[in-house]
């Protein structure tokens, strides 16, 4: 009975976790559909319909730590979220990746986490050496280091879609920084 009473406490940082969770999926299950173009279109859209929602939970769960640090890392991420899915299309400019906005987003969301009260800093440790990482990723440098920035880029946003789903955060410290 503990344990209901725990996730009853935090319904919203936990259904970002599981929103998360969903992006995650979806996104690596359409890697195997690459070879199937309207199945992989569809995973991703559904993919990128996840992040949009993630960017949006986001966005309310850091509002209270800045309010326009929270709007910036929204607006990065809809960004990304247009780039890749014109990209999917091949609307897209070629120069534009989405990763130029995802890496800004990850720093943002890592530097809110830091400043807040309510989730682990090493999350936002993690979540800043991502968003350094996915800019990296996109130099002729990354090459010779694609699976390390991959692995801290998954294992930084796993490990918070996990401490949300798991723990969620503390409903002390945010309605702390909500009232402020």
């Given at each position: 009975m503990k344990w209901i009473e725990e996730l009853s406490r935090d319904p919203k940082a936990r259904t970002t976790g599981v929103v998360?969770?969903?992006?995650?999926?979806?996104?690596?299950?359409?890697q195997f559909f690459v070879d199937r173009p309207v199945i992989y279109i569809i995973a991703n859209l559904?993919?990128?319909a996840c992040y949009i929602v993630l960017a949006l939970l986001f966005y309310f769960m850091f509002k209270p730590v800045n309010r326009h640090l929270s709007l910036l890392a929204a607006i990065f991420s809809l960004a990304g979220c247009v780039?890749?899915?014109?990209?999917?299309?091949?609307?897209a400019p070629s120069f534009l990746n989405p990763l130029l906005f995802f890496g800004p987003y990850c720093i943002l969301?890592?530097?809110l986490i830091f400043r807040s009260t309510?989730?682990?800093r090493i999350l936002g440790v993690l979540m800043?050496?991502?968003?350094?990482?996915?800019?990296?990723?996109?130099t002729p440098l990354a090459s010779s280091f694609m699976l390390y920035i991959e692995v801290l880029g998954v294992l930084a946003e796993a490990l918070l879609?996990?401490?949300?789903?798991?723990?969620g955060v503390n409903i002390q410290h945010w309605e702390k920084h909500a009232t402020q």
């Open positions: 998360y969770l969903s992006y995650f999926l979806t996104a690596v299950l359409s559904i993919a990128f780039i890749g899915v014109l990209g999917l299309f091949k609307l969301i890592g530097w309510f989730l682990p800043i050496l991502a968003g350094l990482s996915w800019l990296f990723f996109m879609m996990i401490w949300l789903i798991v723990k």
